[in-house]
């Protein structure tokens, strides 16, 4: 048996690696694929990290908390959801079990016949990845609310700087006025 996991990971945050480390635990885990989704897009507000950097910055922070048994794999999108489910197994080993939260990823799996699974969310409010790039954009730290290794990461490609250029207009902050006098 083999899982697969699906999602952007733009971050990779704490609540991301406490549902690997929770899909991994005990003797009976099963080794997981995980998807690093949209792979193919970067440079955006919403998906500001390439797919090279997304693996990147996970397998560090794998390594980092010694989960083992997980197979990085970036994908493209195809654009076309009727098909996509046919195109992650042409293009991935076999896998038996789908662990989503999207309602659209459930739908098209189970269509499909695979088994589904909807783990809970780990402390959403505090770890969703759009309030961490927002924070990142502001120069706030992310220590808190990424792994280590990802923190350490996300420094050396100047995260910060990237995402206070992406971030959209309506979400900057006027500059406070300045006096000459």
Known sequence: MR???VGRF????????????????????????????????????????TGGERFEMIERALAEARV???TLVPVADIGRH???????????PAFDRVYSRNPL?????ERAGYS???PPLVQRAR??????????????????FVPPA?????TQLNAAERLAALRPARDRRAPPARSDR
């Open 3 to 5: 899982g697969l996991l």
């Open 10 to 49: 733009q971050p990779f945050h704490r609540g991301h690696l406490a549902l690997v480390r929770s899909l991994r635990a005990g003797p009976d885990a099963e080794p997981l694929l995980l998807v690093i989704g949209s792979a193919e897009q970067s440079y955006t507000w919403t998906n500001p990290f």
């Open 68 to 70: 083992t048994g997980v």
């Open 82 to 92: 009727a098909l996509w489910v046919r195109y992650l197994e042409g293009l991935l």
């Open 105 to 109: 990823t459930l739908m098209l799996f």
């Open 116 to 118: 589904t699974v909807r």
């Open 127 to 144: 770890f969703e990845g759009a309030r961490i790039r927002a924070r990142l954009a502001r120069g706030e730290p992310v220590g808190a």
């Open 150 to 154: 990802v923190a350490r990461y996300l």
